[in-house]
């Protein structure tokens, strides 16, 4: 990881950065260093280097290299974020990889996913370049019952860290997608493992995507009506995929934290944020493909959506399809 400890010093330094700075900070040899800067060279950085004066970072191609996550993180984190350029799935490369005994906190990011994954079997377009596509490993404590408020959580944690990172405000469409306007930006797959004989839940794997640079041209056709990226969405540029994916890390350790202390601290900004509410819905059976239509009342205090149905009747949706008419 030598290279991209001494990348992050680098983008951390508006200016020149003597190696001997960097030897002394790593704990390496200067021939270590220098050979990191030849590396990172090779991955199509531009580092200026000066006698006397050290290495100067130009710049860098966005391929969310670990070392531009690392500029934004504590140190002390740094060991358990894992920063790959392609992957199948992030959520899958995590899951194989539980054999290892990994720690809570344990996060893949990706520069790209070949077989990105979603709810109900979809798939989430992941293309090079453009967008965030990370899976966190977490191990709360409970029992099944209670981690139905976990995706809720993390779309409160993603949509926090684009607000941060971004400066663009994301609505919530319940249970935990992310959209501006009426167009997806963010989807997020939660999975579990659970300990049968004791109903406790051991493991969780939560897989975020992100669509951050992305042009609205680049969609393909049967998601350019339905879909689009923050940049088309705002109008902004050259977003800095890195430092999204370390705001999204702090918002999920943060997140842990007040799981851990028994705090919501979420609920009312998910109510406040949710464009599900006050929308003519239809609630599809997952089991049976059975659709009902009504209108969305509110969001529960244990996340549920509260539905007035076109019968009259009300139903507390727990789990289901829920889509809307905009």
């Known amino acids: 990881m030598t290279k991209d400890d001494v990348l992050a010093i680098l983008l951390k330094s508006s200016g020149y950065v003597s190696g001997e700075l960097i030897s002394s900070h790593l704990k390496i040899s200067r021939a270590a260093v220098n050979g990191a800067v030849k590396a990172l060279r090779a991955d199509g950085c531009v580092i200026n280097s000066v006698t006397n004066r050290g290495y100067q970072l130009i710049s860098c191609p966005d391929r969310l290299f670990a070392g531009e996550v690392y500029s934004y993180i504590d140190d002390s984190r740094r060991s358990n974020v894992i920063c790959l350029p392609s992957v199948d799935s992030t959520n899958n490369r995590l899951k194989d990889m539980l054999k ?59 949509h926090k860290a684009i607000l941060s990172a971004c400066g663009v405000t994301t609505g919530i469409k319940w249970v935990n997608d992310l959209y501006i306007g009426n167009r997806k930006i963010s989807g997020i797959l939660t999975e579990m493992t659970v300990e049968s004989e004791i109903g406790m839940v051991s493991n969780v794997i939560i897989g975020i995507g992100i669509n951050v640079n992305q042009k609205q041209s680049d969609f393909p056709p049967e998601l350019s009506e339905i879909a689009t990226s923050i940049a088309a969405a705002s109008g902004s540029k050259n977003l800095s995929r890195a430092r999204l994916a370390a705001e999204v890390i702090k918002e999920l350790d943060l997140m842990m934290d007040n799981w851990e202390s028994g705090s919501d601290r979420y609920i009312d900004t998910y109510r406040s944020n949710c464009i599900t509410t006050g929308k003519h819905v239809t609630v599809t059976n997952y089991a049976t493909g059975d659709g009902k239509s009504g209108i969305a009342l509110d969001v529960n205090d244990d996340y549920s959506l509260k539905v007035r149905y076109d019968d009259g009747t009300e139903d507390n949706v727990r789990s289901g399809e829920v889509s809307v008419k905009w």
């Open 100 to 158: 290892q005994d990994l720690p809570s906190g344990t996060c893949m990011i990706s520069n790209e996913q070949t077989g990105g994954r979603g709810r109900m079997g979809r798939t989430f377009v992941s293309p090079p370049n453009t967008g965030i596509y990370m899976s966190m490993l977490i191990k709360p404590t409970g029992d099944l019952s209670d981690m139905s408020k976990i995706t809720a959580w993390t779309a409160v944690a993603v």
